[in-house]
Every structure is written in C-alpha cells, then in structure tokens.
C-alpha cells in the first residue's frame, strides 16, 4: 500500500511480518523474474503491526508478506 507521509512523499506501508534483518539492514523479499530475491530497504517508520519503506522498492513491488522466515532460511543456507 502506498501512503504519503507528512513531507507528501510516497512510502510503502507493509504488514511487521514482511520484512527481516540481516548483518544491521532491513530486507523484504521481492517477486522478480528470476524468482524472489531479498532487496535493502530502508525504514522510515515501524509500528506494533506495519512498516514504512522509504526506499529500496518500487510501488508495483510485488513483496512477500507471509513464509519470510522460509525464505530467508533459504537465502540464508545459499550463502553457505
């Protein structure tokens, strides 16, 4: 969901559970057309149930928001 926030910029709302941290940075795991791929981004804001995206995704991103811990297990056992 795109939101504005106070200054009228575009931010990405996401549910909490969206997202994971790795190594001090914030990821979101991201459809692309090699498969899913986990992307930076940046915070601008978290709450107790949604996230605010400053940068690292386009608004059409189509994000993962459930199975993360999965998919970073994954990702994770890559880089072994």
Sequence with gaps: EVVADSGGRAVLSLPTGAITREGGEVFAFV???AGI????????????????????????????????????????AEDE
């Design 31 to 33: 459809r692309r057309e």
């Design 37 to 76: 791929e986990p992307v930076s981004v940046t915070l601008l804001a978290e709450g107790s149930d949604r996230v605010f995206i400053e940068s690292g995704l386009s608004p059409d991103a189509q994000v993962a928001v459930s199975g993360v811990s999965a998919l970073k297990a994954l990702w994770l």
